[in-house]
């Protein structure tokens, strides 16, 4: 980045009073390099659209707009979205397409080599009458005032740019595009600690990230009862096809296992972090961390875990909960399997020795359900 990023702003001044923009690559070379796009796009007098579209004035022109060409949704609403084509953005585009525009039709890996990109740009900056504009940050006044925001030495007026490209002013890692291709294209801001905060609330198995806070048994019941029984049933029973809370212990080996958090999950931590998440189904979020601890003692409760209905649970006693079945969880230990301890190359292609055959067909192996009558429900295929 840095290579292209010192010429743009030493020049920015300069390519302002100028026509042919030819940003800090090589012409030439760049005309080399455009026959790596020559299948899809013309560039040039009397260029048309072909798979891609024309690429005539393409700097400074927002995305998705040449007319007469009928573009991806993904790419018209990268345009809509504040996406014009300039150094930066072209540079980052070639580089990964669908990494800048998620969805783009665009089916070119990349171009790999800076210069290479630098090159093309500068080349196609020759049909470009355009001068190189400014990365409109939307609603700039919205951006939060931190020090070290990485603002976009794009998003600057030229002079900003060119005062700034004092020679001791080597770009540094913060100052370059790298925070995130928000940053990069001058979109989107950073997230506030609030923000932050709300969104980090994952809980792990040892207790670590959870709030402060108690409830006990009893006082889960009375939340279960009004905000859960409804679909869980009064005793995690559940109604209809919503899930069961409690029971199923002994059943992980039957043919049809019934898996709940007291059979099967391994930690406590995935039920507060589970229920303080996602429910109550259609009013996620709405429980205070109070309220969670308390109908985590009562889950616990129904399943067995404790039964006294005056246990507290809380942030102190959380990690010494063990459930059941979390010895038969067992860590990853796929590195041991014998291809990778010997590092040797998994076999992909024609590893079984003759010619493939169909052995055995998804209904007889019992995948794939019958048919059945319209009053039935389908066989099922014994997979959970
Ligand atoms: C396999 C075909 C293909 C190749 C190769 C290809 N492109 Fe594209 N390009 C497309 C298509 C299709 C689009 C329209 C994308 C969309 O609508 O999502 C596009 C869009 C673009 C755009 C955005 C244009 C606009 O008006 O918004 C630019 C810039 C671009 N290509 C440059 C290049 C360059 C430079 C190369 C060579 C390094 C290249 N492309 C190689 C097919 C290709
Ligand atoms: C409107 C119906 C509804 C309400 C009310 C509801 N849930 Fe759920 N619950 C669901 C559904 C549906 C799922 C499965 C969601 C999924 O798999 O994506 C679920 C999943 C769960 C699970 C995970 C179960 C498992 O084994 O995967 C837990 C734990 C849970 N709910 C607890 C609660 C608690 C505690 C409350 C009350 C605060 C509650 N739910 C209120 C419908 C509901």
């Known amino acids: 980045m840095s290579k ?82 300039d150094d930066p953005t072209l540079h980052a585009y070639l580089a990964k397409p669908k990494d800048i525009v998620k969805g783009t039709k665009m089916t070119f890996a990349g171009l790999k080599k800076e210069d290479d990109i630098t090159d093309v740009i500068a080349y196609l900056s020759t049909f470009s009458q355009a001068a190189p504009p400014a990365v409109e940050a939307p609603k700039a006044e919205e951006a939060p005032k931190t020090e070290e925001s990485a603002a976009p030495e794009a998003a600057k007026p030229a002079e900003v740019a060119e005062a700034e490209a004092a020679p001791e002013q080597t770009p540094t890692a913060a100052s370059l595009p790298t925070a995130g291709v928000g940053a990069h294209l001058g979109l989107g801001r950073e997230a506030t600690p609030e923000e932050i ?30 905000k859960c029984a409804a679909c869980h049933g009064d005793f995690g029973e559940a109604v209809g096809r919503r899930p069961v809370l409690a029971g199923g212990h002994g059943t992980l080996q039957a043919d049809r296992p019934e898996k709940t958090i007291g059979s099967f999950w391994p930690y406590l931590s995935t039920v507060y972090d589970y229920v303080r998440r996602a429910m109550p189904f259609g009013d996620a979020r709405s429980l205070s961390d109070d309220d969670v601890y308390a109908l985590t003692a009562y889950l616990l409760y129904l399943n067995d875990e404790v039964t006294d209905e005056d246990f507290e649970l809380s942030k102190d006693n959380f990690a010494s909960i063990r459930l059941p079945n979390e010895a038969n969880f067992i860590d990853d230990d796929r590195l041991q399997e014998p291809h990778y301890l010997d590092k040797s190359e998994p076999c992909m292609s024609n590893c079984v020795p003759g010619k493939a055959a169909i052995k055995m067909h998804a209904a007889v192996l019992d995948v794939t359900p019958q048919a059945s009558g319209d009053d039935k429900e389908p066989a099922g295929g014994g997979i959970d």
Request: glycine share 16%; with cysteine.
């Open 197 to 226: 905060a709300a969104w980090d609330i994952d809980v792990r198995p040892d207790g670590l990230g959870l709030p402060e806070g108690r409830g006990t048994v009893a006082e889960g019941m009375a939340i279960y009862d009004e």
């Open 4 to 85: 292209f990023r010192k010429p743009l702003l030493l020049t920015a001044g300069l390519l302002l009073a100028s026509t042919a923009i030819v940003f800090g690559g090589d012409v030439a070379a760049g005309k080399k390099v455009f026959g790596k796009c020559v299948a899809c796009h013309m560039v040039g007098e009397n260029a048309k659209h072909k798979v891609g579209p024309a690429l005539n004035d393409v700097v400074g022109r927002q995305a998705g707009t040449a007319e007469g060409y009928n573009y991806s949704p993904a790419m018209k609403n990268a345009g809509l979205g504040g996406l014009v084509w």
